[in-house]
């Protein structure tokens, strides 16, 4: 009974280890998941950070998809907006959502969030390009860490995911990264 009983219990841990770890994430911003704010801080330090802006599709999303811009360099503390470029390669309707983390993770506790398009499915039609921003900062908080004072720089990564009727994401298999040249070099493409 008590083997049982252990196997059982086993088992609940491994039925409910990915929602219990996302939610650990979520809350602690281990293991590169960035955090959501309400507001900024009002506190600007002056130090600053360059952010490395990166955009991916899962596999079965016809969509061409970039930030608008490569890099950000940006005050701690201070309220940043970059835009990221979409556009639907297909001639039908598709529908995405986005997920996203901060690497090195380390950065992770202290990348807040305000407004994202992750947090929303994403409906183009056959053709339609639209920009999407993302308003975020850097809690001042991170220059009491003294093992982050080397830490100059840092990857923003979205990758954007079919969804399907179920509303389930697909799994990234394999992803088409946009070369890395300037979304002006990409037009006629």
Request: charged letters at 15%.
């Amino acid at each position: 009974m008590a083997l049982l009983g252990i196997l059982g219990v086993m088992a609940g841990f491994t039925a409910f280890a990915v929602p219990i770890y996302d939610y650990f994430s979520k809350a602690t911003g281990i293991g590169g998941t960035a955090r959501t704010a309400a507001v900024a801080p009002e506190v600007v330090i002056d130090r600053t950070i360059t952010v490395r802006l990166n955009a991916d599709v899962g596999r079965h999303l016809p969509w061409r998809f970039q930030p608008a811009q490569r890099t950000v360099t940006m005050a701690i503390g201070e309220t940043t907006e970059v835009s990221y470029m979409v556009e639907n390669l297909s001639d039908e309707t598709v529908t995405g959502s986005a997920v996203f983390n901060v690497t090195p993770f380390k950065m992770g506790p202290y990348f807040f969030t305000i407004a994202c398009f992750c947090y929303e499915q994403q409906t183009l039609a056959p053709g339609e390009r639209a920009e999407m921003g993302v308003k975020f900062f850097i809690d001042p908080s991170i220059i009491d860490n003294a093992n982050l004072d080397d830490l100059k720089s840092f990857t923003l990564s979205y990758v954007f995911f079919k969804r399907s009727i179920t509303n389930k994401s697909e799994p990234l298999v394999q992803s088409k990264a946009i070369p890395n040249t300037p979304p002006a070099a990409q037009e006629g493409t």
